[in-house]
Every structure is written in structure tokens, then in C-alpha cells.
């Protein structure tokens, strides 16, 4: 049978393979940084700290480049990008921080969303994209500018909570101290926003998972994950400025675990129950 | 261009920024693990010729990183408390302060009479940047100090608080860490 001849503004490459090269070296450059290899058991615990969440944002990327328009043939621009980028994610990584390879994520993101075409799937991995490298990148460079104010406002309501729980315990900017002596500070890993970040993130992803297309009830789905993780944190805090013991157990102790473990759990389903087919056929 | 071409490129940009990253992660890491703020801070007091007084407040209490020192010249003992740039280090400080106490920030080559973050964000940015091609002189990690001393203090002379950040006294450390090995 004889082959076709290709127009000459297109590669021999398909598009989707083009693309999956790029979120693979984008997303393992990521993945390394969040790793530590220095060890075996240090690579162990690294392990057992993650935020899977994120790992599931990066499955979904994963996936739905791998579902996209398997017939499309990438053109010169985009092998000419995608090598730009794969050159470009070399050069940044001999910076040892993670914004180079996230402003990458970022404009790649954005490649994927318009220059997709009619291809939702490349959409979709184009949204997940951005939710990841702003969960990596952007978030916490606006948390490190504003996190006095932002520890403020959890310290705020916290504050109140404890007003009417235990009005023993005094308040003081960011500052907690209980009758016996025991006090705490609140400090950036503290703040509440790194768990409206994971939220967007596992909205975004699980959403994207199900299905290639936002509906307006997502940012409803949204508001409520992040005010549930909101609530959540505001009640680890108050455990934690109740007193001494309860500081150990639900900070060192099993409590830790059994928080992180109910938060990711919480937000994963409220996530799958906004993106669920069935409530859009509801 | 040719298939074969393209994904060969692709591969081995992957393997390579992989592999670069690594090493980067690693050395960073090993810096930033050899750098001791309160020592660091200790050493810079110690070097002006002021005698170190002993902090109450034991780890892993937050404030156990305060480091007291007497000037002769002053009644009180004045101190030096590091932490984190985008931290709000004013509510910890006034716990070991009096509140007419004076403050003065330091971060690097910067000085300020008052937290700014911004500020010090760009400085660290700065140096960030710089230590990607070697040309850095500082240690680019995230931690300032403020230094809070009684109103009636006056100092004769002022610290120079950068050798803390620079980076000679780290290699110099660990060059002498591997010394006895070597005589």
C-alpha cells in the first residue's frame, strides 16, 4: 500500500506522542524535586509523605494526552515547541527550585489549552496542567508574600472558635496561650491555604478524570472543598492550642495521620461527588 | 523531521534534566543542611569581641533559636532572633522583648528598621539567581535576623551580620570538618 504524502507543515510525529514527551519530562523534572533520593530511607520516607493528590493531577495529565486524537500529526510548531521545551526543561535543571520547570508547566499548560483545536481531552490536560503548576509554583510564591495576613485570618477564626469553647485561652495575633503554660504560634505550614490549594488541585483533577468539560456546578463543588478543608485545619488548630497533650497527639502523634489521612479522604470524595455523572444527569 | 529524530531528543532531555536535577537537588540540599543560622550568628558575635549569654527557652520550643549577647556598653542583654523571611516574627519577638525595644532587620546585603518581606523576597531572588552560575557570595537560604537591643543601648560599633550568609564560612567549615583526615 502506498503512504500518503505528508503536507510539509507536518511532522512525522503524532500529536499526542509529541505532547506526552513533554508532560513526561515536565512532570518527572517535578517529580524529582519532590523526592528524596539521598537514601534509601530517606527516599522511603519521602515516599510516605506525599500528597497524592498531586500524583493523581499527574495521572490525569498523564491520561488524558494518552486518550487525545490518536490520527493527529503534530505540526513544525508544534515539534519546534516541543523541543524548545524538552531543551529548556535541561537548562532549568541545574536550578535547584522549582519555579523553572513550573513557569514551564504554565506555558506548556496553556499550549495544550488553545492549541488543541476541537480536542477536549487535550483541553482537559491542559487544565490539570496549570492546577499543578499552580499548586507547585504561583501558590506559594503569593503565600510567601502574604503569609502573615493569611496566618491572621486562620488565626481569626480559630480565635473565635476558641472564644466560645474555651475562653481560658487567650489570643494574640497569630499566638495562643493555654492556663497551664502551654502556647503555640501559628507558622506557614499552619495556614489553611495549603489545603484550599490541594483542593483546587483535587476538583480540577478528579473533575478532569471524569469527564473533559467544566459545568457550572464545579465552582460550587470548589467553594465547598475549600471551605471544608477551611473548617478542617481550623479545627486541627484549636486541638492543637487546647493543650499540651492534645498538641502532641494531634501534631506528633497518631492524630497527625489520622487528620492528614481524614482531610485527603474528605476532599477526594467531595470531589468525586461534584464531578459524579450521575449529578449531571440529575 | 525524523520520528526517530525527535523522540531521541526527547529522551534524552528527560534523562539528562533528570540526572542534572538530582545532582543540583543534592548539593543544594547539602548546603542548605550545612547552614547554621544560631551558630552562624554565635560565630559573627563572638568574632566583634561580645560574650554570648545563655537562652533560657530549650528546643523545641520556637524561641530557643534566640541568641543573647551583652555589649559592654549596655545594660542590657540584647539578642538576635532568626527566621523565616515571609514569617511575622514581631508577635514571637515580643515575647523576649520589652516593646520600647529597638529593632533592625538584616538579610544578606539589605538592613531595614522594619519587617519587609517584599523586600528581602527580591534580595533572596537576587541571590537565587546569582548562585545558579557560581556568582553568588551568599548562602541563598530564606532566614533574616532581627536584632532587638534596649532603647538606652549605644553601641560604639555596629555588626556586620553578613558573614553569616557567605557562603567561604560554610566551605571553610567543611574543609575543616575533612581536615584531620588529611594530616
Redesign the interface.
Known amino acids: 500500500m502506498e503512504r500518503p504524502e505528508l503536507p510539509a507543515a507536518v511532522?512525522?510525529?503524532g500529536r499526542r506522542e509529541?505532547y506526552l514527551?513533554?508532560a513526561?519530562?515536565l512532570l518527572?523534572?517535578q517529580a524529582?524535586?519532590l523526592i528524596d533520593?539521598?537514601s534509601l530511607q530517606a527516599f522511603a520516607a519521602s515516599l510516605a509523605a506525599q500528597n497524592y493528590i498531586y500524583w493523581l493531577a499527574c495521572y490525569v495529565v498523564v491520561y488524558r494526552l494518552n486518550v487525545s486524537d490518536k490520527a493527529a500529526r503534530a505540526t513544525?510548531l508544534d515539534?519546534c515547541l516541543?523541543?524548545a521545551i524538552?531543551?529548556l526543561?535541561?537548562f532549568?535543571?541545574?536550578?535547584?527550585?522549582r519555579f523553572g520547570t513550573g513557569l514551564l508547566a504554565t506555558v506548556t499548560a496553556f499550549y495544550f489549552l488553545t492549541a488543541g483545536g476541537g480536542d477536549r481531552n487535550l483541553k482537559a490536560a491542559g487544565g490539570v496542567l496549570l492546577a499543578l503548576s499552580t499548586q507547585l509554583v504561583w501558590g506559594p510564591i503569593v503565600?510567601?508574600?502574604f503569609?502573615?495576613e493569611l496566618?491572621?485570618a486562620d488565626a481569626a477564626l480559630v480565635g473565635e472558635v476558641l472564644a466560645s469553647l474555651r475562653p481560658d485561652i487567650s489570643w494574640?495575633?497569630?499566638?495562643f496561650l493555654a492556663p497551664g503554660g502551654h502556647a503555640i504560634?501559628l507558622?506557614?505550614g499552619c495556614s489553611s491555604f495549603n489545603n484550599v490549594s490541594t483542593a483546587v488541585l483535587a476538583c480540577v483533577a478528579v473533575a478532569m478524570l471524569i469527564r473533559t468539560e467544566w459545568v457550572g456546578r464545579d465552582f460550587a463543588t470548589l467553594l465547598i472543598a475549600c471551605t471544608v478543608m477551611i473548617l478542617v485545619n481550623t479545627l486541627r488548630l484549636c486541638l492543637l492550642a487546647w493543650s499540651g497533650p492534645s498538641h502532641d497527639y494531634w501534631h506528633d502523634g497518631d492524630g497527625a495521620q489520622i487528620l492528614g489521612i481524614a482531610q485527603s479522604m474528605a476532599v477526594l470524595l467531595i470531589a468525586w461527588w461534584g464531578a459524579a455523572p450521575w449529578r449531571r444527569a440529575a | 523531521m525524523n520520528k526517530a529524530v525527535i523522540r531521541s531528543l526527547c529522551l534524552l532531555a528527560l534523562i539528562a534534566s533528570i540526572a542534572v536535577r538530582v545532582q543540583a537537588s543534592r548539593t543544594r540540599e547539602a548546603m542548605m543542611t550545612d547552614f547554621d543560622v544560631g551558630a552562624a550568628v554565635a560565630d559573627v558575635i563572638r568574632q566583634h569581641g561580645y560574650a554570648l549569654r545563655e537562652n533560657p527557652v530549650k528546643p523545641p520550643k520556637v524561641l530557643s533559636v534566640v541568641v543573647y549577647f551583652q555589649r559592654p556598653e549596655c545594660e542590657q542583654v540584647s539578642l538576635v532572633l532568626p527566621y523565616f523571611i515571609n514569617a511575622e516574627t514581631l508577635p514571637l519577638l515580643a515575647r523576649v522583648t520589652r516593646p520600647d525595644f529597638e529593632r533592625h532587620f538584616f538579610y544578606m546585603d539589605g538592613a531595614w528598621d522594619e519587617q519587609s518581606r517584599v523586600s528581602m523576597f527580591f534580595e533572596w531572588a537576587k541571590y537565587a539567581v546569582l548562585d545558579i552560575f557560581g556568582a553568588s557570595r551568599y548562602v541563598p537560604v530564606k532566614k533574616a535576623l532581627v536584632l532587638a537591643e534596649a532603647p538606652d543601648c549605644h553601641p560604639a560599633a555596629t555588626i556586620d551580620w553578613r558573614p553569616v550568609w557567605e557562603k567561604y564560612r560554610y566551605r571553610n567549615a567543611s574543609n575543616g570538618a575533612a581536615g584531620p583526615a588529611g594530616t
Open positions: 511532522a512525522s510525529i509529541a514527551w513533554v513526561i519530562c518527572a523534572n524529582v524535586q533520593t539521598g513544525r515539534v516541543v523541543l524538552c531543551v526543561v535541561f532549568l535543571s541545574f536550578l535547584p527550585y503565600f510567601q508574600l503569609t502573615p496566618l491572621r494574640q495575633g497569630a499566638s504560634a507558622i506557614g
